[in-house]
């Protein structure tokens, strides 16, 4: 091991170290001055992005350490980057929260450093196990942070439900893995990559069991039908600090367990895979969308939501095309941000630690606080895919890959469960614009919250009237 | 030709939605000075449209004051304005609506200072649209205006505004994605979103057929079309006045523009073969709409489905080329259709808006919109009622208004096309004139129906304002419709020529 490969993972490196750091650090610590853990984790993330930053790949090349279990290229950097950002702006928002519900604990910080650890090791896999390794450290640290809120009955069922069917999951991926070693003879995704072309694959039979299990295993890590059962239970069930966090980040890293098994590895195999994923895509789809509509429950809507986005970012996946994984990609971090955006917003109504769950909290919010009303406003319709805000362009830009792939079927079908989802989105606009508010309770927010939830809402219509930046970056990522 | 080196178009466009935006944030005490402000930028727009006007060039059927810069390079998609006859007259049209409907909102109440920015927005939003020459900027702004309109149906509506304003929103997002799937397919094929290169694009019949299809849904429920009309009277009803006037003045013409800008070029040979789909729903909504107007009892829904069959005259003109050639070799026939059918735009964005207007002022006083609330009106406001009955004799199609001109023209191009569709057009001056009359002669005339009647007060000053000023464009536009006309008949006459020629490959 040379210090050169050493130097590659710097980043990983540094949050690994700055994590354990933090988890000593809070031990001396005192109540009052927890600040100082916040500050901290949020300084090791912007520190941590100096250093991807300046050890930037540029597009098209393509680093390789530790026998090739660890690749840096242009995707891993630039999705990395954005996990700092979901990251530090899950902080920010989760502090305030964690402090009325008196959850503001050390490990909260320690456990999303692991997480986002997790996910970067995901990003930068070159090889099946490094995957899961990935794969499990996130897992594991979101086990727990699901039930950060130990005397919390809910958040303990939704902690012990994620565990069990997290872990099926992971053994189902595991099978595939070791299926797909057995018909290849590698780990390596690159290896196995050129098995697929060039032949060399032992049992083809055995393959396609493994590709079907690995498909699965993503498809539940994602919460897409018929593998989405957990998702409403665990994004009700956790603290709405943590809802915030695993709608977001985690995101980023299954999309890279997609792209990296399915592109990077099997991608010889589109042809099988790509059906494979229409049909949980249309599923996903349609069934997120229509249960969306019978949600009172505004985490529970959006876990619903959530599913339905999936669907769409499996769209561009399933294209198979370097525009599909960028669409894919512009996504994926996109609907970080709106979901960050909007979870922050029920924090925002949330008093003395009690969440503001039901949508008819809402009510009346254009008249408490245009401000954040329009802020919200702008959340909703870019969840909805009305232009000019930026999650149009991340739906448009997945149903052309689709498109292009000959999925016009799909593409329809898409475009027609957007519609449907446009309804529970209004709801909200409706309950905060058109409805009187049902409490005159004034809305606080310490700075930082209120400065990067304004950002947060503002980049809805500044993404999507200057797309044209993000799209190129995500193009980029892929080499074109 | 062109003098102005300025972005003329963007400044008509982002000088209504900059100050719009600044409008929402005004402190809700401050209504004075939004109103002001609103005012001031409305006639501003206008101005700067008119210098637009002043500098176009009408012997030519090329975009004018282009703008043109990379907007997302990765997708080759622009930032690419231009006018020609067949949007400038829109553009103008919308600039001025906008000034009246803030005149007319001078005594909204409750958030005065958002109700005036979702106006000036929402007319930066239609402009662009008006103005757009990439695909992608069309749509964008297409779908964008849906924001302030579901805001300002759903804030300042009446009692069933929800209702009426997610139907709204709902039903013109279910057409327009079918477009957003055309847009796309169409990119894929060609490598671009320009409309010029897609004008050009050779395609096969099959195709434009599925292209043509794609693209009635979103403008059909636009217009709105029968069948699918059906959100317009309820969104009409519930809007505040100055929704249903930019509603029916503007937003219904969106829908018209966007056959003649991507259908008709686009895809004229899908059109041509699907000519018979589109004058046959014109029909039903000239005589069958019609009829249902005859039968309402609410003013503003009377109006609206009155706006459905006005609006079916349109669909009608654009596509009665196709048959006239059919019969005919000279293009002449094909031109007046489709003059008639854009002058029938024009015309009805002035009428309708003047009517909805009207409207409201019997409802700020009265707060009712039945029928069955009023009569007598005449006697107590009669200044009022010499407005009222001009704007619906020019509804009913009054030789010497303007709603004459563009039905004249369009019957009388259908007689080149078929009797029978002449014939059934034509069914509109009686069925026009019969529940315009009637509504006329329940509402302003006969006995004072009750003490609220007796009550009334006339017009004060703003009411003036509007009120006279589309009169006088009413009846200028129907004594001396040549200047419109004339600005629009390079584009018409390059359009014809465009869309008889046939694209397939």
Redesign the interface.
């Known amino acids: 091991m040379s210090l050169n490969e050493l130097h590659l993972a710097l980043p990983e490196i540094l949050i690994a170290t700055m994590a354990c750091v933090v988890l000593i650090a809070d031990l001396f610590v005192t109540e009052q001055r927890r600040g100082l853990t916040h500050t901290l984790a949020i300084l090791t993330l912007v520190f941590a992005a100096i250093v991807t930053m300046r050890l930037m790949m540029a597009p098209g090349e393509v680093a390789t350490a530790f026998a090739e279990t660890f690749v840096r290229d242009r995707f891993s950097d630039v999705l990395k980057l954005f996990a700092y950002l979901t990251l530090a702006m899950a902080f920010v928002y989760a502090k305030h929260f964690l402090r009325s519900a008196g959850l503001f604990k050390g490990e909260f910080y320690a456990l999303s450093l692991f997480a986002l650890l997790g996910v970067m090791i995901m990003i930068s896999a070159g090889s099946m196990l490094t995957l899961y390794l990935g794969l499990e450290l996130l897992a594991l640290s979101s086990y727990s942070l699901v039930a950060l809120d130990r005397d919390s009955e809910l958040g303990s069922e939704a902690g012990m439900k994620y565990f069990v069917l997290g872990s099926l999951a992971s053994g189902i991926l595991l099978y595939g893995i070791s299926l797909i070693y057995g018909a290849t003879g590698s780990l390596q995704l690159s290896t196995i990559a050129t098995a697929l072309i060039s032949g060399g694959v032992s049992d083809s039979l055995m393959l396609s069991f493994g590709l079907a299990f690995v498909v699965v295993g993503i498809s539940f890590k994602l919460g897409a039908v018929p593998f989405h059962m957990w998702l409403p239970d665990v994004y009700q069930g956790a603290p709405a600090g943590v809802t915030l966090l695993i709608s977001s980040l985690p995101k980023l890293g299954y999309l890279a367990l997609a792209i990296r098994l399915l592109a990077d590895g099997l991608g010889g195999l589109h042809a099988d895979w790509k059906m494979m994923l229409a049909v949980i895509a249309a599923a996903s789809m349609v069934l997120g969308n229509v249960v969306a509509i019978a949600q009172s429950n505004f985490k529970r809507m959006l876990a619903y939501s959530t599913i339905s986005h999936v669907g769409f970012i499996l769209l561009g996946i399933l294209a198979g095309s370097a525009a599909g994984y960028a669409a894919a990609m512009f996504y994926t971090i996109v609907y970080a941000l709106m979901s960050s955006g909007a979870f922050a917003v029920m924090i925002l109504l949330s008093r003395d630690g009690v969440e503001a769950e039901n949508i008819d909290d809402f009510k009346g919010l254009g008249r408490r606080s245009p401000w954040y009303a329009l802020m919200m406003l702008m959340i909703m319709f870019s969840l909805a895919g009305v232009p000019v805000f930026v999650g149009f362009f991340a739906k448009w830009q997945v149903i052309a890959a689709a498109i292009d792939a000959g999925f016009m079927w799909l593409s329809i079908l898409a475009v027609l469960t957007a519609v449907i989802g446009a309804f529970y989105y209004l709801r909200i606009v409706k309950l905060m614009y058109f409805d009187e508010p049902e409490t005159a309770a004034p809305i606080q927010a310490p700075i930082d919250f209120r400065a990067v939830l304004t950002v947060n809402g503002l980049a809805m219509l500044g993404l999507g009237v200057f797309s044209g930046g993000l799209i190129g970056v995500c193009v980029n990522a892929f080499g074109g | 030709m062109n003098a102005i080196h300025w972005p003329l178009l963007s400044l008509v466009i982002w000088l209504p939605i900059f100050v719009g935006g600044a409008l ?2 005004l402190a809700e005490a401050r209504a004075g000075l939004a109103r002001t402000i609103a005012l001031t930028a409305a006639i501003a727009a206008l101005a700067l449209t008119l210098v637009a006007v002043s500098g176009f060039d009408s012997t030519t059927a090329v975009m004018q004051f282009v703008e043109k810069t ?6 080759s ?1 622009h930032y690419h304005l231009g006018v020609d006859g067949l949007s400038l007259p829109l553009i103008v049209l919308t600039a001025l609506i906008t000034v009246l409907v803030v005149i007319a909102g001078w005594g909204i109440k409750d958030r005065a200072g ?1 109700y005036m920015g979702a106006f000036l927005i929402l007319s930066g939003l239609m402009t662009g649209m008006f103005a757009a020459l990439d695909a992608m900027l069309f ?3 297409f ?2 205006m ?2 302030p309109m ?2 300002i149906i ?2 300042w509506g009446g009692p069933n ?2 209702v009426a304003t ?1 139907k709204f ?2 039903f013109t ?2 057409g327009s ?2 477009m ?2 055309g847009l ?2 169409l ?2 094929q060609s490598g671009s979103f320009a409309l010029a290169d897609w004008h050009a694009m050779p395609l096969s019949l099959n195709a434009q057929i599925w292209i043509f299809l794609a693209f009635l849904i979103a403008f059909a429920v636009k217009i709105p079309m029968w069948p699918v009309h059906t959100w317009l009277p309820d969104a009409h009803v519930e809007a505040p006045t100055g929704g249903s006037v930019v509603l029916a003045a503007v937003m219904l013409k969106i829908g018209g523009y966007g056959l003649v800008r991507f259908s008709l070029p686009i895809a004229p040979d899908g059109a041509a073969a699907l000519d018979w789909l589109v004058i046959g729903l014109s029909l039903v909504a000239i005589v069958y709409i019609g009829f249902v107007a005859l039968a309402q009892k609410d003013m503003k829904k009377l109006i609206a489905y009155s706006s459905i069959s006005h609006m079916g005259f349109v669909t009608l003109g654009l596509f009665l080329s196709f048959a006239i050639l059919r019969n005919t070799d000279s293009l002449d026939g094909a031109v007046l259709g489709l003059s008639g059918a854009m002058v029938q735009m024009i015309s009805h964005g002035f009428i309708s808006g003047a009517m909805f207007l009207a409207v409201g002022v019997l409802y700020d006083r009265v707060h009712s919109r039945d029928i069955s609330a009023y009569g007598g009106v005449a006697n107590t406001m009669p200044w009022f009622a010499m407005f009222a009955v001009l704007f619906f004799m020019a509804n009913s199609g009054l030789p010497g208004t303007s709603g004459f001109v563009g039905e004249f023209m369009v019957i009388l191009a259908a007689f080149k096309a078929n009797f029978w569709f002449a014939f059934f057009a034509a069914m509109t001056l009686i069925l026009g004139a019969s529940y315009s009359l009637w509504l006329v002669k329940r509402v302003f005339y006969g006995e004072i129906a009750n003490d609220t009647v007796a009550a009334l007060s006339d017009l004060n000053a703003r009411e003036w304002i509007t009120l006279t000023i589309l009169a006088l464009l009413t009846l200028g536009l129907g004594i001396w419709p040549y200047p419109l006309i004339e600005m629009m008949d390079a584009s018409v006459v390059a359009l014809v020529d465009h869309i008889t020629t046939t694209k397939i490959n």
């Open positions: 929402l944030f990379v907007w997302i390079e990765a997708f998609i958002q749509y964008v702004f779908e964008a849906l924001v579901f805001l759903g804030i505004r929800i997610v929103f709902l997002f279910f994605v079918f957003l799937i796309i397919w990119y894929l």
